[in-house]
């Protein structure tokens, strides 16, 4: 299998500041990931799409600058999370697809990381 | 504009019985198909998959079926396990142009497996 991990699994922070999670891609090189929020009882909506080495590509309605994604590596892309307000609590999951696969690659998906903002 | 719906947010299954899952789509662009499974507070695990070009996909205990004219498919759980039961995510994508490789979720269905 392919595995995801993502970090931190929890953090609670107060209004005004930032935060980082990272996603990291440990057994393979990921061409592309993604980065999704959960709310609860809802379906993972999909924020961004995130290729090594070039700009991410923002969803509709997402805030490009209040959500930073930089994807340095095959094996890492962080988002941070600017100037967080409490509507920004949620479930946020990043997943990752594998190098060099046919168009319909598998999206291998991290533990999530839940951010509460006070 | 929910363009993946899983109706039925629930569903209660005996433990060796079948579970059917159903999923529909209103985007005729979407040509691949993408069950996962889910816990609280984890990401996402990929179950099983299928591709347009096919009707029926096989994997162990769970099956796929698509029926594109209905934009239509479920999975198929035989026998139900408890260790089944989760919220299970129907996904879609198009592997043409810019929705390449985009998921996009429904809602989820709950499954309980009664030992």
């Known amino acids: 299998g392919a595995v995801v991990s993502q970090h931190p699994s929890r953090v609670i922070c107060k209004s005004g500041t930032s935060v980082k999670i990272e996603c990291r891609s440990l057994?393979?090189?990921?061409?592309?990931m993604f980065w999704y929020r959960q709310f609860p009882k809802k379906s993972l909506m999909l924020m961004a799409t995130s290729n090594e080495g070039s700009k991410a590509t923002y969803e509709q309605g997402v805030e490009k600058d209040k959500f930073l994604i930089n994807h340095a590596s095959l094996t890492l892309s962080t988002l941070t999370v600017t100037s967080a307000h409490p509507e920004d609590s949620s479930f946020y999951i990043c997943?990752?697809?594998?190098?060099?696969?046919?168009?319909?690659?598998?999206?291998?998906f991290g533990p999530g990381t839940r951010l509460t903002v006070l | 504009d929910q363009q993946v719906k899983q109706n039925s947010p629930s569903l209660s299954v005996q433990e060796g019985r079948i579970s059917i899952l159903n999923c529909d789509y209103t985007n005729s662009m979407f040509d691949y198909f993408l069950w996962y499974k889910k816990y609280p507070a984890e990401g996402p695990t990929f179950l099983i998959s299928?591709?347009?070009?096919?009707d029926k996909n096989e994997d162990g205990r769970f099956t796929v079926f698509l029926n594109k004219s209905a934009k239509h498919l479920s999975l198929h759980i035989v026998p139900s396990q408890p260790g089944d039961s989760a919220v299970y995510f129907c996904a879609a994508s198009g592997t043409g142009g810019t929705s390449y490789g985009k998921l996009t979720f429904g809602q989820g269905t709950i499954l309980t497996v009664h030992p």
């Open positions: 299928i591709s347009s070009i096919k």
């Open positions: 997943s990752a697809t594998k190098r060099g696969l046919a168009s319909t690659d598998t999206q291998y």
């Open positions: 057994d393979f090189q990921a061409t592309t």
